[in-house]
């Protein structure tokens, strides 16, 4: 009785692994709004820092 299937190759599923998602046209990639997310805490501490100057 022969094997009639066919040979494998590893790795050869079709299935993709992707990390991340994929960012929808015109949303941030996720990367860039954790740089934003940072610099957004600078500037609030730095605020926070400053006294206010009178108007």
């Known amino acids: 009785m ?4 066919p040979r494998r190759t590893p790795g050869a ?4 692994h992707s990390t991340t998602p994929e960012p929808q046209p015109g949303e941030p990639s996720r990367s860039l ?10 500037f609030v501490r730095r605020t926070e820092m400053q006294p206010e100057e009178p108007q």
């Open 33 to 42: 709004r954790i740089r934003a997310a940072g610099g957004w805490k600078r």
């Open 13 to 16: 599923s079709g299935r993709k």
């Open 2 to 5: 022969g094997s009639t299937l």
